[in-house]
């Protein structure tokens, strides 16, 4: 399956339909020729991440994330039920100028059983590459439903940070993530 690559100084992503994703690192304006990932694919988090709060698991990758952080909340609610974060984001980083850097974006959506929508992106800056996944998903409201509103709507926003130029050149590097640095119960 053909995939869509950026490029930048540092880093090449190519990302896969099927959401795999691998890496290389640029010298000279030239991808370097070596993979740094056998296409690491989206894995979905256990249902136990957020504790006790009952949710169907979150998309993520296995990478050594610098920086990690997850927001859930229910649709209509400003304030999320779950909000962690690990690590620090980079100082070259700043979420306002992101839009700026090259950027692939992808969008997945299903209609059976509850709906379902996924949107991926993923940015270059420097030797980082910065995944966004935003996920949508519907489902029956618990027991405390009311008439006018049999549905919930539950939406995750996972921003994860990896220094691929550390990680390619074996660097020592303190990784921090939200998700597999998590107790399992």
Request: a negative charge; glycine letters at 6%; hydrophobic letters at 40%.
């Amino acid at each position: 399956m053909a995939g869509m690559e950026i490029c930048n100084d540092a880093v090449m992503v190519k990302v896969f339909d099927d959401t795999k994703v691998n890496f290389q690192l640029v010298a000279d304006g030239t991808p370097d020729g070596r993979w740094l990932t056998r296409r690491k694919r989206l894995i979905e988090a256990s249902a136990d991440i957020l504790g006790d709060v009952p949710y169907l698991g979150i998309y993520y990758y296995s990478l050594p994330t610098i920086y990690e952080s997850l927001t859930v909340r229910k649709g209509g609610e400003p304030r999320p039920f779950f909000d962690a974060k690990a690590g620090e984001l980079p100082e070259l980083l700043d979420d306002a100028d992101l839009d700026m850097y090259p950027c692939l974006h992808f969008l997945a959506h299903k209609r059976v059983a509850a709906p379902w929508r996924i949107e991926r992106w993923y940015t270059l800056v420097g030797p980082y590459m910065i995944f966004e996944c935003q996920q949508y998903f519907e489902r029956p409201a618990g027991e405390e439903k009311s008439p006018l509103r049999a549905w919930e709507r539950i939406i995750s926003e996972l921003h994860q940070v990896v220094d691929v130029a550390a990680w390619g050149t074996d660097r020592d590097m303190e990784l921090h993530s939200v998700i597999r640095g998590r107790p399992r119960h």
